[in-house]
């Protein structure tokens, strides 16, 4: 079943790019970068997330992910494919330069415009997966988790 979140506040204070390279380099918990630019999207990703273990920063648009990216050097990248500022396509590129092993999951819900797929694009490019939104919860914890080690495994690992 498709998810979705109306309770998200908005103006909560984000996690900023220097605490967040704090958290990543004091934890053994697995740090994910979330960037996208629909609140109840963030909202639903930072709580399964959470509930699952994970650290968990988010950017709202592709400047400020790369940014993120760059100074945080997260575990795992999710990222929409239609934002402002830089586009998903945009961002995983952007992260590939940094980090060409970067694990990154590609959401979008904007399907096909023309004849472009941007999800089948942003495969092609470097995305280590990709999920159609709306997603089902169960169906993007397994992406996480394919990617990832899960947050109790990397504490147990890192002790």
């Known amino acids: ?3 979705a979140c ?8 984000e996690m900023s790019q220097s605490s967040f390279a704090q958290i990543t380099a004091t934890t ?14 963030v ?10 273990g994970y650290q968990v920063a988010v950017a709202r648009d592709g400047t400020e992910g790369i ?13 929409d494919i239609i ?32 004849n472009m797929n941007f999800l089948e ?13 709306p997603f089902d919860a169960e169906e993007l914890l397994g992406a996480v988790r394919s990617l990832l080690p899960t947050a109790a495994a990397a504490a147990v690992a890192a002790a």
């Open 1 to 3: 079943m498709p998810l």
């Open 6 to 13: 109306s309770t998200y506040e908005k103006g909560r204070p």
């Open 28 to 41: 053994a918990r697995p740090a994910v970068l979330v960037i996208d630019d629909d609140d109840g999207v």
């Open 43 to 52: 909202a639903t990703l930072e709580w399964l997330l959470q509930s699952e």
């Open 67 to 79: 940014a993120a990216y760059g100074k945080g050097l997260p575990d795992l990248v999710i990222t």
């Open 83 to 114: 934002m402002p500022s830089e586009t998903g396509i945009a961002v995983i590129t952007g992260i590939k330069r940094i980090n060409p092993a970067a694990k990154i999951i590609a959401i979008s819900g904007g399907g096909r415009i023309g």
């Open 121 to 133: 694009v942003a495969k092609e490019i470097g995305a280590s997966t990709i999920v159609t939104k």
